[in-house]
């Protein structure tokens, strides 16, 4: 997974569609998990790793780096041996909360639909 702005660029007055410029930082498979998992608060690195399991430490390591340098998670180092690193939301990760949270109500009520008539997913594939 890469960032999507260094292979096709930002335009440069900023007209790129609104819904394209939060995909950018949000999307993905796992950057929409992790910052449902931190609207419940403060998580370290190894917590994500026991909540998703499917993920490489590779890539929650690049997830968690993509998500600081926009300024959506913040890192807690603490000077401890062993060092100690907590993420949570900043201030403005926090303003996702309602994408986030639209998101899962969309995504229960497909699942919804999905159960109930499993024709769709094998007429949608």
Known sequence: ????????????DMQACPVETTLDVIGGKWKGIILYQLLNGTKRFNEFRRLNPGITQFMLTLQLRELERDGIIHREIYKEVPPRVEYSLTDFGRTLEPVIMSMKVWGESYKVRLNENPTIQAEES
């Open 1 to 12: 997974m890469g960032d999507r702005r260094k292979k096709y660029g930002v335009s440069p």
